[in-house]
């Protein structure tokens, strides 16, 4: 009776006094109606871009969901929006503080180095889930992890094995649920082999698991380019297509159609964060002189694209009206929901906001002598750990912090604040105030012992770094995410009331009948489905 209440609380408080409605039409659906869920991350999205979007481009695919679904212009990510933990509050229904990850490269201090193939000496170093741990010929990624370069932990049987990034959830994903309460079958596309993530702590959640590389570690990077990151989402559009159709990924073998699946896109991303598009002509294929070479982002603080993102959404949208058609074609359109949000925003919006002063690490010794004992110094030695039980430092546009030493956790916290104006830093959590949303550092082995939030606009880069946009902290444009909840049988709605995109978990499974309590970090942090969809009441519309 607790945990009921609780929930309950917890929902009537993110819903803000809003009175909850039904989404779907009288003659819509209907219990039982859903078999199967599309779930589609367009990285980098935000409520705005929708908004725009819809708004000026009428005949969209965006516009057809709108006008046939619920659309929330006010989500947001529950922590930290790296793509890591954005992912995860879409298939967990959870934060940090319950499945564990922070970002794509953090640190736990209970691994060790890949190189330390016994897992002897003092734990600790960095958790790597990057491009970097493929298997690699000729400077191309085979698209399969290579176990040599991952991180070791203590097994179960008590050996030294490879920590694979599906060993890091601590709590179950949706794929693993539908596996475990319907046989139902489960795919996912994204852009690394350590995608492996979703597979979730069973290692088996997902039958089909396609991860086509975007960035190859030691070869050619698409994401120079709006046109070489659209052709690597299209690989993933065409395995999605395959699927819709009952196909495996690569169109071999009919195996049925997933009950859940999806894929991310990466077009938006790239193009928001381009500084230039394709400097030095890395991508052959791009070569319109409209793109290639201009800057990417917004040209104004309202959110008008330039022509390099432009670029990137016109071809996402055309891949999701393939999705439509391909589901009418299936005979499924109506019987699956479809819901496109992202694991994360981007920021700035407002370009004359950007400022790049340089690795936050690096920034640090600027500012002030990185001499021994220093707490100057204790974040530079951190930065620059190669590996071990050294501590490290992540930077994006956000600080994260592990100390080597954690007794030294209120020195350095106390440096930060006070030289916060030349280090360009909006707050510093730490202690208390950092155990107020996550894990107390001193118990929890992956928890930073220091957050650092900038001033809106500034990215811990180089000055000359090809990036006009980052992701990874907590600021409106980096967690404010576009969400669409889908279905031919919905009326269409604006929902401005506060919601989480880790609410995305709960309302998959309960669209498909299903207690969106099996899933765990949905009950340890009491986490409602999305309002406005099951629930009697009133309404909110535009």
């Given at each position: 009776m607790k945990k009921q209440l609780f929930a309950g609380a917890l929902s009537m408080g993110l819903a803000a006094a809003a009175v909850q409605a039904p989404a779907w039409a009288e003659d819509g659906l209907h219990e039982g109606k859903i078999k199967h869920v599309l779930l589609i991350s367009i990285d980098g999205l935000h409520a705005l871009d929708v908004a725009n979007y819809v708004k000026t481009h009428k005949g969209s695919a965006l516009e057809e969901l709108s006008d046939h679904g619920v659309t929330f212009s006010n989500a947001k990510t529950p922590a930290n929006s790296d793509s890591f933990p954005g992912l995860l509050a879409l298939v967990t229904g959870g934060s940090p503080r319950t499945h564990g990850l922070f970002y794509d490269y953090s640190y736990d201090r209970t691994i060790w180095a890949p190189d330390n193939k016994t897992c002897s000496g003092k734990p600790g170093t960095q958790m790597i889930f990057d491009e970097s741990i493929d298997v690699y010929v000729g400077g191309v990624s085979q698209n399969v992890i290579d176990p040599n370069a991952l991180p070791r932990y203590i097994d179960a049987q008590g050996r030294c094995s490879p920590f694979y990034p599906h060993d890091a959830i601590r709590t179950n994903t949706v794929f693993e649920v539908i596996k475990a309460e319907r046989a139902g079958r489960t795919a996912w596309a994204d852009k690394h082999p350590a995608y492996d993530l979703v597979n979730g702590r069973s290692g088996k959640g997902v039958d089909d698991l396609y991860t086509p590389e975007i960035t190859n570690a030691v070869g050619f990077d698409n994401t120079i380019s709006v046109v070489c990151t659209v052709q690597n989402d299209g690989l993933k559009v065409a395995a999605v297509l395959n699927e819709i159709q009952g196909w495996n990924h690569e169109g071999t073998k009919h195996v049925g159609v997933p009950t859940v699946f999806g894929m991310n896109f990466q077009a938006v991303s790239v193009g928001q964060k381009l500084?230039?598009?394709?400097?030095?002509?890395?991508?052959?294929?791009?070569?319109?002189?409209?793109?290639?070479?201009?800057?990417?982002?917004?040209?104004?603080?309202?959110?008008?694209?330039?022509?390099?993102?432009?670029?990137?959404?016109?071809?996402?949208?055309?891949?999701?009206?393939?999705?439509?058609?391909?589901?009418?074609?299936?005979?499924?359109?109506?019987?699956?929901?479809?819901?496109?949000?992202?694991?994360?925003?981007?920021?700035?919006?407002?370009?004359?906001?950007?400022?790049?002063?340089?690795?936050?690490?690096?920034?640090?010794?600027?500012?002030?002598?990185?001499?021994?004992?220093?707490?100057?110094?204790?974040?530079?030695?951190?930065?620059?750990?190669?590996?071990?039980?050294?501590?490290?430092?992540?930077?994006?546009?956000?600080?994260?912090?592990?100390?080597?030493?954690?007794?030294?956790?209120?020195?350095?916290?106390?440096?930060?604040?006070?030289?916060?104006?030349?280090?360009?830093?909006?707050?510093?959590?730490?202690?208390?105030?950092?155990?107020?949303?996550?894990?107390?550092?001193?118990?929890?082995?992956?928890?930073?012992?220091?957050?650092?939030?900038?001033?809106?606009?500034?990215?811990?880069?180089?000055?000359?770094?090809?990036?006009?946009?980052?992701?990874?902290?907590?600021?409106?444009?980096?967690?404010?995410?576009?969400?669409?909840?889908?279905?031919?049988?919905?009326?269409?709605?604006?929902?401005?009331?506060?919601?989480?995109?880790?609410?995305?978990?709960?309302?998959?499974?309960?669209?498909?009948?299903?207690?969106?309590?099996?899933?765990?970090?949905?009950?340890?942090?009491?986490?409602?489905?999305?309002?406005?969809?099951?629930?009697?009441?009133?309404?909110?519309?535009?």
């Amino acid at each position: 009776m607790k945990k009921q209440l609780f929930a309950g609380a917890l929902s009537m408080g993110l819903a803000a006094a809003a009175v909850q409605a039904p989404a779907w039409a009288e003659d819509g659906l209907h219990e039982g109606k859903i078999k199967h869920v599309l779930l589609i991350s367009i990285d980098g999205l935000h409520a705005l871009d929708v908004a725009n979007y819809v708004k000026t481009h009428k005949g969209s695919a965006l516009e057809e969901l709108s006008d046939h679904g619920v659309t929330f212009s006010n989500a947001k990510t529950p922590a930290n929006s790296d793509s890591f933990p954005g992912l995860l509050a879409l298939v967990t229904g959870g934060s940090p503080r319950t499945h564990g990850l922070f970002y794509d490269y953090s640190y736990d201090r209970t691994i060790w180095a890949p190189d330390n193939k016994t897992c002897s000496g003092k734990p600790g170093t960095q958790m790597i889930f990057d491009e970097s741990i493929d298997v690699y010929v000729g400077g191309v990624s085979q698209n399969v992890i290579d176990p040599n370069a991952l991180p070791r932990y203590i097994d179960a049987q008590g050996r030294c094995s490879p920590f694979y990034p599906h060993d890091a959830i601590r709590t179950n994903t949706v794929f693993e649920v539908i596996k475990a309460e319907r046989a139902g079958r489960t795919a996912w596309a994204d852009k690394h082999p350590a995608y492996d993530l979703v597979n979730g702590r069973s290692g088996k959640g997902v039958d089909d698991l396609y991860t086509p590389e975007i960035t190859n570690a030691v070869g050619f990077d698409n994401t120079i380019s709006v046109v070489c990151t659209v052709q690597n989402d299209g690989l993933k559009v065409a395995a999605v297509l395959n699927e819709i159709q009952g196909w495996n990924h690569e169109g071999t073998k009919h195996v049925g159609v997933p009950t859940v699946f999806g894929m991310n896109f990466q077009a938006v991303s790239v193009g928001q964060k381009l500084l230039m598009d394709n400097p030095g002509g890395g991508c052959t294929a791009d070569t319109d002189p409209g793109i290639n070479g201009q800057r990417g982002g917004y040209t104004d603080g309202l959110g008008a694209p330039s022509a390099v993102l432009a670029y990137g959404l016109k071809k996402t949208d055309d891949a999701l009206w393939q999705f439509i058609n391909g589901l009418k074609k299936a005979g499924i359109y109506d019987s699956t929901l479809i819901i496109v949000t992202a694991k994360h925003g981007q920021s700035p919006i407002n370009l004359e906001k950007l400022v790049k002063p340089g690795h936050f690490a690096d920034l640090v010794c600027t500012v002030s002598k990185c001499t021994t004992g220093t707490a100057a110094k204790i974040i530079a030695d951190a930065g620059a750990c190669p590996e071990g039980p050294c501590g490290w430092v992540q930077d994006d546009d956000i600080g994260l912090i592990w100390l080597p030493d954690q007794s030294k956790t209120k020195l350095v916290a106390d440096y930060l604040n006070q030289n916060a104006q030349y280090l360009y830093i909006d707050e510093v959590l730490s202690g208390e105030e950092l155990k107020l949303k996550f894990r107390d550092p001193a118990k929890d082995s992956r928890t930073p012992d220091i957050i650092v939030q900038p001033v809106y606009g500034t990215i811990y880069t180089k000055p000359a770094s090809n990036k006009l946009a980052e992701h990874g902290g907590f600021s409106f444009g980096d967690t404010n995410v576009g969400l669409i909840v889908s279905n031919p049988g919905m009326d269409p709605r604006v929902v401005k009331t506060p919601v989480l995109s880790s609410q995305v978990a709960a309302t998959i499974l309960k669209s498909l009948g299903i207690d969106p309590n099996e899933l765990e970090s949905v009950r340890a942090e009491g986490i409602p489905v999305l309002p406005f969809l099951f629930d009697a009441g009133g309404s909110e519309n535009e």
